[in-house]
C-alpha cells in the first residue's frame, strides 16, 4: 500500500516557520513528481510546490516563492516544505501528493497537516 503521512504542521505566530515532513511508502518514488497543497476554510485547495524526486527540480506558486521552500531526502522517503516568515493568510491544511511523471493527475495523497498562524 502507497502511503504518503504529513507532520509537522502547528500554531505558529506571523514571521514564523515551520518545517512540514512527508513520509512515503509502499512504492519506488523515483519516477514521480512529490506535490505540496493546502487548503483554507471555504477555498479550493491549491497548489503550493512540487519536486521530481530523480532531479531535485522544483515549482513553485507564486504565493510560495520566496518562502517556501520544497526538498526530499532519498535514503529517508521524505519530501520537506521549509515554511518561513508566515502570515496568517497561510493557514490551512497542507497535504503532500505524489504523481507518475507520465500522468497527469497526481494518484496519492496524504491526510493533512494543520498549520494555524495567528497575528
Known amino acids: 500500500q502507497v502511503q504518503l503521512v504529513e507532520s509537522g504542521g502547528g500554531l505558529v505566530q506571523a514571521g514564523g516557520s515551520l518545517r512540514l515532513s512527508c513520509a512515503a511508502s509502499g512504492r519506488t518514488f523515483s519516477t514521480y513528481a512529490m506535490g505540496w497543497f493546502r487548503q483554507a476554510p471555504g477555498k479550493e485547495r491549491e497548489f503550493v510546490a512540487r519536486i521530481w524526486w530523480s532531479s531535485g527540480i522544483t515549482y513553485y506558486a507564486e504565493s510560495a516563492k520566496g518562502r517556501f521552500t520544497v526538498s526530499r531526502d532519498n535514503a529517508k522517503n521524505t519530501v520537506y516544505l521549509q515554511l518561513d516568515n508566515l502570515k496568517p493568510e497561510d493557514t490551512a491544511v497542507y497535504y503532500c501528493?505524489?504523481?507518475?511523471?507520465?500522468?497527469?493527475?497526481?494518484?496519492?495523497w496524504g491526510q493533512g497537516t494543520q498549520v494555524t498562524v495567528s497575528s
Open positions: 501528493a505524489a504523481k507518475p511523471s507520465q500522468f497527469h493527475d497526481y494518484k496519492y
